[in-house]
């Protein structure tokens, strides 16, 4: 759903500034539930859409031995996601290429597996992105995502406002099935209240265990985000920075803002 970009730098933007390894609530408890999900099997070709840093498609090839082609927007997501895999040593199983998720490059029927973790929502046209998603995919091959949603009822201007201030547009968990149906998915299944605790939205790091929503980052690091929002968005930007981040953890603590994770499976007779 296209937004206006009035509350710009985003929650989103902040985060993805930041260097931190993990760009989604839940972090690895979400990935690891994402590929049971999946049923991520040895030698499936699985497709990570929106792969960010690339920390999924390695866990999901080195745990499960699976072959991983991510894609972002992103030059600089491409680039270290691509770096990180061959410091890992691979590069066979793992790679990454630039491309918009609402026009995948690749053909009808590739992939066993599609997954977008946290990125549907970003793009002007969601609709497109699960319609790509199912598109590539295999016949009964399974697509998953992992999207924002709605927990309690709010007018329609508090839904744009938290949209414009987190840089994603969350939608009614109902939506998102509608949406899936459209695209092509049947035996949808979904789950929110364990992704929509609070808790997930800061626990996300790989190596700690993190309290609360201020301490997502260490010093260092908030300092080092500070500064390339500041290079990048100037002064205005450091204080609209929090100013989103407080509003933003606000629909979080008040259960207004939630996630729930989908899975589908490509119907056989398109
Ligand atoms: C919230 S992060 C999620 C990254 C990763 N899936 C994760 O969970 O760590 C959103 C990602 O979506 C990418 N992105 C935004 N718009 C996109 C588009 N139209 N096509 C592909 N990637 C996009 C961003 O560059 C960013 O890496």
Not at 89 to 115: A, C, M, W, Y
Not at 157 to 162: D, F, G, H, N, S
Not at 228 to 242: E, H, P, Q, S
Request: glycine letters at 8%; charged letters at 30%; hydrophobic letters at 35%.
């Amino acid at each position: 759903m296209k937004r206006k970009g009035i509350h710009k730098p985003t929650v989103e933007d902040a985060i993805e500034i930041s260097g931190i390894e993990i760009l989604h609530p839940g972090g690895y408890e979400l990935t690891k539930r994402t590929a049971e999900f999946c049923e991520l099997k040895e030698g499936m070709r699985i497709l990570d859409v929106s792969s960010g840093r690339g920390t999924q498609a390695i866990y999901y090839a080195e745990t499960f031995g699976v072959d991983v082609t991510g894609i972002d927007i992103s030059d600089k997501m491409v680039e270290t996601a691509t770096k990180k895999t061959t410091e890992r040593g691979l590069s066979e199983k793992v790679r990454f290429i630039k491309g918009d998720s609402q026009d995948l490059p690749f053909k009808d029927n590739t992939f066993d597996v599609v997954i977008n973790e946290c990125a549907v929502g970003i793009p002007d046209d969601s609709q497109k992105v699960l319609n790509e998603m199912l598109r590539v995919v295999k016949q009964n091959g399974a697509v998953a995502i992992h999207e924002s949603v709605w927990k309690k009822p709010i007018s329609g201007a508090k839904k744009e406002e938290i949209s414009e201030r987190y840089g994603t547009t969350p939608l009614e968990l109902t939506k998102w099935v509608e949406m899936l149906e459209i695209a092509g998915a049947v035996n949808i299944i979904s789950e929110s209240e364990k992704w929509s605790e609070p808790e997930m939205f800061w626990n996300i790091r790989k190596d700690r265990k993190v309290k609360n929503h201020k301490s997502v980052m260490s010093i260092g690091e908030k300092l080092t985000t500070a500064f390339r929002v500041l290079k990048n968005y100037g002064f205005d930007g450091v204080k609209k920075v929090f100013e989103n981040e407080k509003f933003f953890f606000q629909a979080v603590l008040s259960g207004v803002l939630g996630y729930a994770l989908f899975k589908g499976v490509k119907q056989t007779d398109r």
